[in-house]
């Protein structure tokens, strides 16, 4: 089987398994606030119909248009969708749906762009492709909360088995002119960071390290724990047993070269973070500049900028 041919596969199963409604619960009550306190039986009766996997394009079309303004093209081999998207109540309510929650899996963490501000886009689009649909003319209140979940397999070091929501937060610049929280909180985007076992290696981390990496125990005991701790049963161990070391293969063998890659790409820039923070000593410049020029330079996260500071501006 070729490469991208397994790559299909593997990307096809994980999302089969993700978009179950026992294992989708237990996402939603560890990375979504409004199910922290149910049961896992209440959220699956919160899941409103089926998932749509892998079916609905994230842009507004398939067509681009050119540099000139000219001819649209169509690029329907590279159309982005989204790997799925749920509808789901809020416990206790009446209504059809309140959320629109989104799934996704990422195998690698640097692809080129920051993942976040993907994630980002993902949520302005399921907000703004909402239009006519949920609500229509100025009736903005129709609008449902969204967010947008997304799973990285094999995460930077640095990054391993945390979950972090971005959301809005109002921040008073005259005085204190907050509203109800129910008026602006309709977006989050919420990264999961798997990783090898650690202190934070439990829940949710646990629960889907066990889906995607079986290498770490048994399947049989995997599938136990799973089965025991987060109510994922399995019909037919025999079939799920043989696409769970699969999918499990081909997790690993991608994170072992992502692996190799984010070393070369941590090591570079550990190197590059050095030689600028010592010759900006050299020339006087505070911590802060330092620290700003550092981030700058790299093009990294503040957070990154500052444990690159912590290891060689007192060196």
Request: glycine residues 6%; charged residues 30%.
């Amino acid at each position: 089987m070729l490469k991208s041919e397994k790559a299909k596969l593997y990307d096809a199963k994980a999302k089969q398994l993700l978009s179950r409604k026992d294992v989708f619960a237990n996402i939603l009550k560890y990375a979504v606030r409004e199910f922290k306190d149910c049961t896992l039986d209440e959220i699956i009766a919160c899941l409103d119909g089926e998932p749509e996997i892998g079916n609905v394009p994230v842009d507004d079309s398939p067509e681009l248009i050119d540099a000139a303004g000219g001819e649209s093209v169509s690029e329907n081999d590279g159309i982005r969708s989204f790997d799925i998207k749920y509808k789901v109540k809020l416990p206790n309510s009446n209504e059809q749906a309140e959320l629109i929650v989104n799934l996704e899996s990422q195998n690698k963490y640097h692809n080129g762009y920051t993942l976040e501000k993907r994630g980002i886009y993902y949520l302005s689009r399921l907000i703004s492709s909402q239009y006519n649909v949920e609500f229509a003319n100025s009736n903005f209140d129709d609008m449902k909360k969204v967010y947008s979940i997304w799973i990285c397999t094999h995460a930077p070091k640095a990054l391993e088995n945390t979950i972090t929501e971005y959301s809005f937060q109002p921040t008073a610049i005259v005085g204190n002119g907050a509203v109800d929280n129910k008026k602006y909180d309709m977006m989050s985007l919420v990264m999961i960071n798997l990783g090898k076992s650690d202190k934070n290696y439990s829940g949710l981390i646990e629960m889907l390290n066990l889906l995607t990496n079986m290498r770490r125990v048994s399947v049989e005991k995997a599938m136990d724990i799973l089965e025991k701790n987060y109510g994922v049963k399995f019909k037919n161990r025999l079939k799920e047993v043989d696409d769970m070391c699969n999918l499990s293969q081909g997790f690993y063998d991608d994170g072992k070269a992502e692996g190799r890659a984010e070393g070369i790409i941590e090591g570079r820039a550990e190197g590059e973070a050095k030689g600028l923070i010592n010759a900006a000593k050299e020339l006087g410049a505070s911590y802060e500049k330092t620290l700003d020029m550092v981030v700058d330079k790299l093009h990294i996260s503040h957070e990154d900028g500052k444990k690159y500071m912590d290891m060689y501006w007192n060196a």
